[in-house]
């Protein structure tokens, strides 16, 4: 079975560019989520979605961050414009529906300038 | 504002001898429980989750769960080298919702 596929795995950009990452959960998961991971914290989510809607996205700065799943499959995080503060690893993980267990992609690892 | 607390360390144990993390969280109302570990650079890897009170057992490594003091535990017997990472303690109020992290514990273990 494969896993959470994410991409790119590496991006480096200046102050007030903007960024995309994409997520494809495991196959028949439909509860996907965002987690920000800062050097030295724990994961901390972003946005929950259930199929192609929102659950919970109460923790997402939504003035410069935005994401969307719109076939309830693969989903897209964006940031515009991006601080210095935005420089982590933004993790992609997805469950069965109401079940416990999250599997995490890769991650990609972002860089602020 | 809901928080799991974990001891960053390093915590560093010889080689076979038996490691001990642990995590405190504040919301009573927690019902599920997580040990994930994290080699650097990589990402979180589920190795034990708990629901009851007591302890699970999986291989080399036993959760702990006390409810009453909103406590959990990792054991990890027989540490080896290999068990050198963060260990990451997260916790949901219930299934389907997002995980809410600790900041992790990082093991070493020396040979």
């Known amino acids: 079975e494969a896993g959470v596929a994410q991409s790119p795995r590496y991006k480096i950009i200046e102050k007030r560019q903007s960024v995309a990452f994409w997520c494809n959960p495991i196959?028949?998961?439909?509860?996907l989520y965002w987690y920000q991971q800062i050097l030295g914290q724990g994961p901390k989510l972003l946005i929950q979605?259930?199929?192609?809607?929102?659950?919970?996205d109460s923790q997402l700065p939504k003035d410069r961050f935005s994401a969307e799943r719109l076939k309830g499959v693969d989903s897209t995080l964006k940031i515009q414009p991006a601080k210095l503060e935005d420089s982590a690893v933004y993790l992609c993980?997805?469950?069965?529906?109401?079940?416990?267990?999250?599997?995490f992609g890769p991650g990609t690892r972002l860089t602020v300038l | 504002q809901k928080e799991v607390e974990q001891n960053s360390g390093p915590l560093s144990v010889p080689e076979g001898a038996i490691a001990s993390l642990n995590c405190t969280y504040s919301?009573?109302?927690?019902?599920?429980f997580f040990w994930y570990r994290q080699y650097s650079g990589k990402s979180p890897e589920l190795i034990m989750s708990?629901?009851?009170?007591g302890d699970k057992e999986d291989g080399r490594f036993t959760a702990q769960l006390n409810k009453a003091s909103q406590y959990v535990s990792l054991l990890i017997r027989d540490s080896q080298p290999s068990d050198s990472a963060t260990y990451l303690c997260?916790?949901?109020?219930?299934?389907?919702?997002?995980?809410?992290f600790g900041k992790g514990t990082t093991l070493s273990v020396s040979s």
């Open positions: 997260a916790v949901n109020i219930q299934a389907g919702t997002a995980l809410i």
């Open positions: 979605f259930q199929n192609n809607g929102v659950v919970d």
């Open positions: 196959s028949g998961h439909a509860t």
């Open positions: 919301d009573r109302g927690s019902q599920s």
């Open positions: 993980a997805s469950s069965l529906a109401g079940e416990d267990t999250q599997y």
């Open positions: 708990i629901y009851s009170n």
